[in-house]
């Protein structure tokens, strides 16, 4: 007998067109809430009625999810703070074509994609892409 995730991922496992795709859509390769539901209900469909998966496996996956989650949140958080502490300090930054570029930070915004910051009007700017804060 396989494993029910062994089956939900032979299941999920994409053509050669869709990972194209999907290689567009998600570059880090790092599966959200989203994609650990989508995997844990085509375990719940592939199962055999017969021999239905252990419930408690499921409860620790979904433990184990909601406390990456709470990390994950943690993290966003903290670098949030620390983004937020920058403004009104000056920033080296590196900028497009590799050119080191200097400024004042004057605000932070946060999406799903992480935390960046305006400099002198310059939106976009990621905290990796900071090279020195004074």
């Known amino acids: 007998m396989t494993s029910p995730i062994a089956t939900a991922a032979a299941a ?10 999907k290689a567009v859509e998600n570059p880090n390769g790092v599966l959200g809430q989203n994609d650990f539901l989508k995997l844990m209900i085509a375990q719940l469909q592939a199962q055999n009625p017969l021999e239905p998966g252990n419930s408690n496996e499921y409860i620790n996956e979904i433990e ?10 943690m993290a966003n958080a903290n670098e949030l703070s620390g983004a937020v502490q920058m403004i009104g300090h000056k920033v080296s930054y590196n900028g497009t074509g590799g050119q080191v570029m200097t400024g004042t930070v004057e605000s932070v915004q946060s999406s799903a994609s992480g935390t960046t910051v305006t400099v002198e009007g310059v939106t976009g700017i990621t905290l990796t892409s900071l090279t020195n804060v004074e």
């Not at 994409?14 to 795709?21: L, Y």
């Not at 184990?64 to 990390?71: C, G, I, K």
């Open 12 to 21: 999920t496992t994409p053509t050669s067109k869709e990972s194209t795709e």
């Open 64 to 73: 184990q999810m909601t406390q990456v989650e709470q990390m994950t949140n």
